[in-house]
């Protein structure tokens, strides 16, 4: 909704045409990228989530220095609201990334009606609930959760969230 977009299986972001797959008549996917998605047919088929988050864990784990388990446990959990593994594509927050699961998560409009693109953290009533957030500010705020949750350097965690941020609507230049 409104977001980068990302492959529907292992979570990539698809910048360039060469990162996307291919539906059967050659056409790109909206989907899906060119690792997991080619002819109109997923690359590894018979794939688990949990083998998927394997793969997707080790290039995290070499990424940004987390250990290994933490880094495959945090991709199941991404992996799991994309549309390949959770039957259907859930929205996240275009401010901070939260999947948007269930009512309560949505934020509000001015007029009460759930926002289609924030989460009920960063948006209510029409409006940011901190309007003046940057977007180092940002990532000062959330690094240290990041760092703590993977056992990451403070370091590589603002790294990963400045990267992270880059995908979201609010932060995207």
Avoid at 25 to 35: I, V
Avoid at 37 to 62: H, L, N, V, W
Avoid at 86 to 107: H, K, N, T
Wanted: glycine share 10%; with cysteine; hydrophobic share 35%.
């Amino acid at each position: 909704m409104g977001s980068r977009i990302i492959c529907q299986s292992c979570g990539m972001p698809m910048d360039s045409e060469e990162d996307f797959g291919t539906e059967a008549g050659g056409a790109p996917s909206g989907d899906y990228c060119t690792h997991c998605y080619q002819g109109g047919a997923f690359t590894a088929p018979e794939i688990t989530i949990d083998e998927m988050a394997k793969i997707c864990g080790g290039i995290m784990s070499r990424l940004y220095d987390i250990p290994r388990a933490m880094a495959e446990e945090f991709s199941k959990e991404q992996l799991s609201s994309l549309r390949r593994w959770a039957g259907r594509e859930v929205a996240i927050c275009g401010s901070c990334g939260m999947p948007l699961l269930r009512d309560e998560d949505f934020g509000t409009e001015a007029d009460g009606a759930p926002s289609a693109e924030y989460c009920t953290h960063c948006y209510q009533d029409g409006r940011f609930t901190e309007p003046d957030l940057t977007e180092e500010e940002a990532i000062l705020k959330y690094a240290p959760m990041v760092a703590s949750n993977l056992g990451i350097p403070p370091l590589r965690a603002e790294e990963m969230v400045r990267q992270y941020l880059l995908t979201l609507p609010r932060w995207r230049g």
